[in-house]
């Protein structure tokens, strides 16, 4: 099956500072990638996704990049603010229902 | 509010027990997946039921099952509980009708096998 794996697992920055958060994935037919933001306590809840036919894509502040070629893909937050700080997990889909997560990476930003 | 519901929110038993959890998937949607949150683990994908009938497994053990019912809630079933069992248990759906489906997560079941 599909293996995602994201680095790095916890990230610090002060706010204002932008943020990246990686992850690779083996298998070539995945086709969709979609990055879930969990808060302490809450539920994971999708923040952002992208298919394989598109390099980059942007919704204000967060923008995901994707290397179909090296098989990974970035999730990049700018101006980073407090209520940034959660666990985001990227994903990898190749049928469009079975989803493979990643570990999470732990951002915590500093006021 | 997501629009999917687990029951319980908090279940606490004994090694060597067995639990339900259960879920009820947004409106409309048709697809059901269970997750097993650990802390060191992320998400780790057990199982997906499409209206009814399974349709993908994961890394589920044997002592696990599920099933989707005619109104398309889930349930899944922990026998012969272990310590290791111990973690959060998400439930997700999505209306499972094109390629680049969005999955939408429940609040989640703790459970706690002692």
């Known amino acids: 099956g599909e293996n995602v794996e994201q680095h790095p697992s916890t990230l610090s920055v002060q706010e204002g500072d932008s943020a990246v958060i990686k992850c690779t994935y083996s298998?070539?037919?995945?086709?969709?990638f979609p990055w879930y933001k969990q808060e302490l306590g809450k539920r994971p809840q999708l923040i952002i996704d992208i298919r394989s036919n598109v390099g980059e894509k942007k919704d204000q502040r967060i923008a995901v990049t994707l290397n179909k070629t090296a098989k990974h893909f970035s999730l990049h937050i700018t101006e980073t603010q407090p209520e940034d700080s959660a666990v985001y997990f990227c994903?990898?889909?190749?049928?469009?229902?079975?989803?493979?997560f990643g570990t999470g990476t732990s951002l915590t930003v500093i006021p | 509010d997501s629009g999917v519901t687990q029951t319980p929110k908090h279940l606490i038993t004994a090694t060597g027990q067995r639990v339900t959890l259960r879920c009820s998937p947004r409106s409309g949607d048709l697809s059901v997946y269970w997750y097993q949150q650990s802390l060191d683990q992320g998400l780790q994908f057990l199982i997906q039921y499409y209206n009814g009938e399974e349709r993908a497994k994961g890394n589920i053990l044997e002592r696990f099952s599920a099933q989707q019912f005619p109104d398309l809630h889930s349930e899944l079933n922990l026998s012969s509980l272990e310590l290791g069992d111990s973690a959060l248990y998400f439930c997700?759906?999505?209306?499972?009708?094109?390629?680049?489906?969005?999955?939408?997560f429940g609040s989640g079941t703790q459970l706690s096998v002692l």
């Open positions: 298998d070539s037919a995945s086709n969709y």
């Open positions: 997700a759906s999505s209306v499972a009708r094109g390629r680049f489906e969005k999955l939408f």
């Open positions: 994903a990898a889909s190749k049928t469009g229902n079975q989803f493979y």
